[in-house]
């Protein structure tokens, strides 16, 4: 991650928007286990490095939508491949190693988040 100028929260935010396309703030951060407090300045942060874009709807302005750029999809993509070369050369099933990689991402967030 350091490559990419990335911390690993924000590599799980890539992960999150990846998968969802476009989300308000509010449900991104139920989904990767963050509050706005902690969530906002990262998305700032990504932003800036034109990871993601960050968009308040017109009808109202407190819902923020955050998507993907096309640097941010293709960075996805990167460090994923890099991820899964790294698990090929461990000895352990693609389901155990699926396990492995939820429980450190949990731990993680819940323990090393606070940007």
Known sequence: ??????TYTGYIVL???EEHETLNIKTLGKRVF???GTLTPLLKKLEK???VTRKREED??????????????????EISDISK???SGLD???EDAKTIKSILSKFIVDNFSKE
Do not use: C
């Open 85 to 87: 070369e790294v698990f």
């Open 15 to 17: 992960l999150a928007l």
């Open 92 to 94: 352990v099933s693609f």
């Open 49 to 51: 490095k034109e990871l």
């Open 60 to 77: 109202d302005e407190r819902n923020l939508k955050v998507a993907l750029t096309q640097k941010g999809i293709d960075t996805r993509y």
């Open 1 to 6: 991650l350091k490559k990419y100028d990335l």
């Open 34 to 36: 963050l509050d706005s």
